[in-house]
C-alpha cells in the first residue's frame, strides 16, 4: 500500500468508534485527538527520516508570515480547537482570546484568501512573541505549511514575489502531501458518518463554537450552525 493510501485509511479510522459511542460530542472531540495524534506521529516520522530538503525547513517558533493567510478549517477541528480554549489548553485566558477572535473577525468577516492576505492582519491565535497559542492543537491546514524560505514567506506576504517565485516550490512536498492526506482521510470519515464537511473560516467558525450553546451536539444532529463562517467554494 502506497504511503497516502496508508495516512488515508489511519485517518478515515480515527472516526471508526464515532457510531459506537452514539455520535456524542466526545466522541467527535475523540476523533479530532485521534487524527491530532496520527499527524504528531507523522511529523516526527518523517522527520527522523534521511529525506532531502528536510534540513531546510525554515518554520521557527516566532515565524508568522504564513499566518496572515485566510484559514479553512472543518467543524470538528472548530469545534475541537473551542473544547480545547474551554478547559484551559491555550497559551492565554479564554477570556482574552475570544475577544482577539471577536476583534479580527470584525476586521476580516467577508473577505476573500486574496483581500484577507492584503490585510496583512496575523491569526487571532498569535502571541505578542508571534507564536501559535494553540499549536498543539492547530488547524491540520497549518500543519502541512512548511517553508524551505522564509524570506520568500515574507516577500509572499509583502506582495513583493516575483511570478516565478510564486510558481516554485515553497513548501516541503513530503510534510506538506502526508497533512494532506490526512486531512482528507479524516474529512472522509467524517462524511461516512453523516456529517457535513463545509469548509470552514478559522475565526469565524471557532466563535461560533465557542458562543453556540450545545455546539457540537447541535452540528452533530444536522443543525447548520456554521453557515455564517462558511467559505465560498474554492476559496
Ligand atoms: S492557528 Fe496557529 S499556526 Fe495556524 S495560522 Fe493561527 S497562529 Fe498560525
Not at 61 to 65: D, E, Q, S, T
Not at 100 to 124: E, F, H, M, P, S
Not at 203 to 211: K, M, S
Given at each position: 500500500?502506497?504511503l497516502a493510501?496508508t495516512i488515508?485509511?489511519?485517518a ?24 491530532i495524534?496520527l499527524s504528531d506521529s507523522f511529523t516526527r516520522e518523517i522527520m527522523a527520516r534521511d529525506i532531502p530538503d528536510l534540513n531546510r525547513i525554515a518554520c521557527a ?5 504564513c ?68 499549536y498543539?492543537?492547530r488547524p491540520f491546514g497549518c500543519r502541512g505549511a512548511n517553508s524551505i524560505d522564509?524570506?520568500?514567506c ?15 516550490n515553497w513548501l516541503h512536498k513530503v510534510p506538506y502531501e502526508a497533512q494532506r492526506d490526512l486531512q482528507d ?51
Open positions: 500500500m502506497a493510501d488515508i485509511a489511519l478515515r479510522g480515527t472516526w471508526r468508534r464515532f457510531s459506537e459511542r452514539n455520535r456524542a460530542p466526545e466522541a467527535l472531540l475523540a476523533a479530532t485527538d485521534a487524527a495524534a517558533n516566532g515565524c508568522a508570515w499566518c496572515h493567510y485566510q484559514v479553512g478549517v472543518t467543524a470538528p477541528q472548530a469545534l475541537h480547537i473551542a473544547a480545547k480554549l474551554t478547559e484551559g489548553a491555550g497559551t492565554r485566558s479564554l477570556e482574552e482570546q475570544k475577544q482577539k477572535l471577536a476583534a479580527l473577525d470584525r476586521r476580516t468577516r467577508g473577505l476573500d484568501a486574496a483581500q484577507r492576505l492584503k490585510a496583512r492582519l496575523g491569526c487571532a491565535f498569535l502571541d505578542a512573541q508571534n507564536a501559535c497559542t494553540i498543539a492543537f522564509a524570506d520568500l515574507h516577500a509572499f506576504l509583502e506582495g513583493t514575489a516575483t511570478p516565478e517565485q510564486r510558481n516554485g482521510g479524516f474529512h472522509m470519515g467524517s462524511l461516512e458518518n453523516g456529517l457535513r464537511d463545509d469548509r470552514l473560516e478559522l475565526t469565524a467558525a471557532v466563535i461560533v463554537a465557542l458562543n453556540t450553546p450545545d455546539a457540537a451536539q447541535r452540528w452533530i444532529a444536522g443543525e447548520d450552525i456554521f453557515k455564517d463562517a462558511r467559505l465560498p467554494e474554492g476559496a
